[in-house]
């Protein structure tokens, strides 16, 4: 087997070959269809991540051992079970869950795996999609997506599943009352879609790239500003577009700016959910957080129950599909490239290369 791997942080993704994994106990070998490219894929490469305060978190840190393969959004066809493996056959097309964790505390026998204190992520913290095979702990970890095509099911792993996790954060909230959407990347879009499935019909999208921006609106966003320049001005934009303070946010930029502009934008309860890695710190006004209260709440990825909740969406036909762009597999490079420049609409998904 291959797999597309971090050998040195910083550095392009070598090639390198392993003898083809056996799949022990429960365990299940699948050949990866399709993989999704996310920016934590970027953070991965890179090595390490901005913690604020002069402070940097490396990958290495969270027990990861190089050379690892990124790709957390996988799509895979069973090739092989171990002896004890159940409720899947050989070729059954699967998407994985790839927030594993110990599978053995109260977080992981709950349903909040992507939680665990242990984590041991596709992708993340083991190699993952970014190769021809993947091996999961058993069938659990496996979601069918009957009727989906395959590349834009990849992408619910964690575009979906993370921002329904993020919305479910909002709720309750009036389907009429606006929500502001910080980026317009692939999650930013995931969550438009997401947002329209369940009845909402008012997100407002800050970004500064204006071609974002117009994907953001034929995605279905009510309003897309302009976030580049004075601070000021976009808050005064913003508020323009909702008529006011806001009830909702969610940031998938998370830097100093963005999170500054969203908490000035939310009124009285206003709840603002972070979501990206972009990593930094801001100064908060201790007494302004009870003059107007509001609530900023952390969320990573989701849960299994958050993934199958997308997938029956997609299934019901409410979900609008996200623009997916097709790259062959051995492209990885290529495609963390392009996601660099910052360019790429919808998301990426690195396809099994014709037999
Ligand atoms: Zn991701
Ligand atoms: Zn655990």
């Known amino acids: 087997?291959?797999?597309?791997?971090?050998?040195?942080?910083?550095?392009?993704?070598?090639?390198?070959?392993?003898?083809?994994?056996?799949?022990?106990g429960t365990e299940i070998l699948l050949e990866v269809t399709h993989c999704g490219v996310?920016?934590?894929?970027?953070?991965?490469?890179?090595?390490?991540?901005d913690m604020g305060g002069g402070q940097v978190m490396k990958i290495t840190d969270r027990g990861v051992k190089l050379p690892c393969a990124p790709g957390h959004e996988i799509v895979g066809r069973v090739v092989a079970l171990g002896p004890d493996a159940e409720g899947v056959k050989i070729g059954d097309q699967r998407i994985v869950y790839p927030w594993i964790g110990c599978g053995k505390c109260e977080l992981c026998l709950s349903d909040r795996e992507n939680l665990c204190y242990k984590p041991n992520s596709l992708g993340v913290i083991?190699?993952?999609?970014?190769?021809?095979?993947?091996?999961?702990?058993?069938?659990?970890?496996?979601?069918?997506?009957g009727g989906l095509d395959p590349a834009l099911a990849s992408t619910f792993a964690c575009s979906g599943t993370t921002v329904h996790s993020a919305i479910q954060k909002l709720m309750p909230l009036?389907?009429?009352k606006p929500i502001l959407l910080v980026g317009a990347g692939g999650l930013g879009l995931a969550a438009i879609s997401v947002l329209r499935a369940l009845g909402h019909k008012r997100m407002i999208v800050v970004d500064i790239s204006a071609e974002k921006r117009t994907a953001a609106l034929k995605a279905g966003a009510s309003d897309a500003v302009d976030s580049s320049g004075d601070r000021e001005k976009v808050v005064a934009n913003i508020l323009e577009s909702a008529g006011g303070l806001l009830p909702a946010a969610i940031d998938f930029v998370n830097i100093s700016q963005t999170v500054s502009i969203a908490l000035e934008c939310l009124g009285k309860?206003?709840?603002?959910?972070?979501?990206?890695?972009?990593?930094?710190?801001?100064?908060?006004?201790?007494?302004?957080?009870?003059?107007?209260?509001r609530s900023i709440i952390g969320t990573i990825t989701g849960s299994r129950e958050d993934l199958?909740?997308?997938?029956?969406?997609?299934?019901?036909?409410?979900?609008?599909?996200?623009?997916?762009?097709?790259?062959?597999?051995?492209?990885?490079?290529e495609?963390?490239?392009?996601?660099?420049?910052?360019?790429?609409?919808?998301?990426?998904v690195l396809e099994e290369l014709p037999a």
């Not at 087997?1 to 056996?22: A, F, H, I, T």
């Not at 996310?38 to 390490?48: A, V």
């Not at 997609?314 to 990885?332: F, N």
């Open 1 to 24: 087997m291959k797999r597309w791997s971090v050998v040195r942080n910083g550095e392009p993704l070598q090639c390198l070959e392993y003898p083809d994994p056996k799949p022990s």
């Open 126 to 145: 083991r190699d993952g999609g970014f190769g021809t095979h993947v091996v999961v702990p058993n069938s659990t970890y496996l979601v069918e997506f």
């Open 174 to 176: 009036e389907r009429d």
């Open 38 to 49: 996310c920016h934590s894929d970027l953070h991965f490469q890179k090595g390490s991540f």
């Open 308 to 333: 199958r909740a997308v997938v029956a969406l997609a299934q019901s036909g409410k979900l609008p599909p996200v623009p997916v762009t097709r790259m062959p597999k051995d492209s990885a490079n």
């Open 269 to 293: 309860n206003g709840k603002l959910v972070l979501v990206g890695v972009g990593g930094g710190d801001f100064n908060l006004s201790l007494a302004g957080m009870i003059f107007r209260p």
């Open 335 to 348: 495609a963390l490239e392009l996601l660099k420049t910052g360019k790429v609409v919808g998301r990426l």
